[in-house]
């Protein structure tokens, strides 16, 4: 049933274009509108946001893929024909909303299996018992088996993302938190991780167990970047819009250009090569109807920044005093 409840919701942000492809509309968690938020973005016309190549595709084909801070889009326009004109609707949807998906039906479907060919092999391994070179192979067996396992374990999580009734939180303690969780481990790989809280930085509604777990994949990924060292700041402060916002920093190795594309698929330099912890976090990122962004410069770091959105109970007045501040920090 929660695998179902997963396909049927709709994750996508639109656009609203007149005749001409200029934007007369956005929805407010539309991603191509960055951190300066949709009303950025009406006025403009859509050759200006996705260039010339792009908009050429979806003029042609209805449909194209398109790359924004390393995020995969697929973008989907329809026409209607209005009294007052023609209409386009801009569709954009994350590459990964379907990945995951997909990964929601492949656990479920390799689940029962493993754990039926775990079953045979113990009752094989009981009536081997009195042959040792055999147990070694029955062995074996066991051992790939419970990797697979923990491998479908780790895509469990990309699939889960349902959060808990969300609370009010404060960022401070959560990245103390996380700091303190991996300062010992950080330490004997010579990396020291600080936290920096901006005074002014506002309370987010969310879910604390999958901010953790964020918190925990995003440091994960940033310690593996360093290999000979370095420094991990968890910072808290406000966006040019005033809202609250997460940032991981690394002095790693940082990522080329090329690499934005696949970077939430590759970045992580576990031996399991499936690069997971950024999808989760993607993931739990959009169950929060936050935004993401990654920037890197080869050789000198990664910084990645989760944005949440304001608090309803947050008046314009007090936003947009939120905002200078976040403008002067």
Known sequence: MEGTEALARDEASYLLLDERWVIVGADEAVDLAAEWGDAALVGQHLRDVIGEETLARIQRD?????????????????????????????????????????????VHELRNPLSAMRTLVQGLEEDLEGNPSARAYTGRLTGEIDRL?????????????????????????????????????????GIQ????????????????????????????????????????????RLDPRGRSMIQVEDTGVGMESGQFQGASRRRSTKPDGMGLGLMIVRGIVRTHSGRMRIVSTPGHGTTISVTFPSLPSASPADQGTARRAALTE
């Open 62 to 106: 209805g449909t194209a893929h398109f790359t924004l801070d390393g995020i995969d889009h697929v973008l989907t326009a329809t026409a209607f024909n209005m009294r007052s004109g023609l209409l386009r609707v801009l569709r954009a949807q994350e590459v990964e909303a379907t990945l995951e998906h997909v990964v929601s039906m492949i």
């Open 149 to 189: 396992g923990r491998l479908l374990g780790s895509m469990a999580q990309v699939a889960r993302l349902q959060p808990r009734p969300p609370e009010v939180l404060e960022l401070s303690p959560l990245l103390e938190q996380a700091a303190e969780l991996f300062q010992p481990e950080l330490i004997q790989r």
């Open 193 to 236: 991780i600080r936290v920096h809280v901006t005074a002014r930085v506002a309370p987010v509604r969310a879910d604390a167990d999958q901010i953790a777990q964020l918190l925990v994949n995003l440091i994960t990924n940033a310690a593996d970047a360093m290999p000979r060292g370095g420094t991990v700041v968890l910072r808290a």
